[in-house]
Nanobody
Framework: QVQLVESGGGLVQAGESLRLSCAAS????????MGWFRQAPGKEREFVAA????????YYADSVKGRFIISRDNAKNTVYLQMNSLKPEDTAVYYC?????????????????WGQGIQVTVSS
């Protein structure tokens, strides 16, 4: 079992930045591929970004590519999502997730553990 806790969400204006953090339990953090997903009202949960266990490979949804950066600090059991140039359409509940799969994990079905979610609201 892995527990994930997100933090750093809130209300910002369009064009501003926000950094989300996800703290994970356990001492095998570096074996998990980590991902960020988001869910807007009335929509299904969608992929945002993912990172390999070592941090050597990253993946992004086209909608956030060039604006968001996913990173991890395995010594701190933490994964981050730096969100720049935020747009109103980025407004959603953001979820941190962990996967046991050894290769690319880009869908909700690839993940075994989920955080509680944290609200990000971007006003215009």
């Amino acid at each position: 079992q892995v527990q994930l806790v997100e933090s750093g969400g809130g209300l910002v204006q369009a064009g501003e930045s926000l950094r989300l953090s996800c703290a994970a339990s356990g001492r095998t953090f570096n074996y998990y591929r980590m991902g960020w997903f988001r869910q807007a009202p009335g929509k299904e949960r969608e992929f945002v970004a993912a990172i390999s266990g070592s941090g050597g490979a990253t993946y992004y949804a086209d909608s956030v590519k060039g604006r968001f950066i996913i990173s991890r600090d395995n010594a701190k059991n933490t994964v981050y999502l730096q969100m720049n140039s935020l747009k109103p359409e980025d407004t959603a509940v953001y979820y941190c997730a962990a996967s046991k799969l050894p290769t690319a994990t880009l869908t909700v079905y690839d993940y075994d553990y989920w955080g509680q979610g944290i609200q990000v609201t971007v006003s215009s």
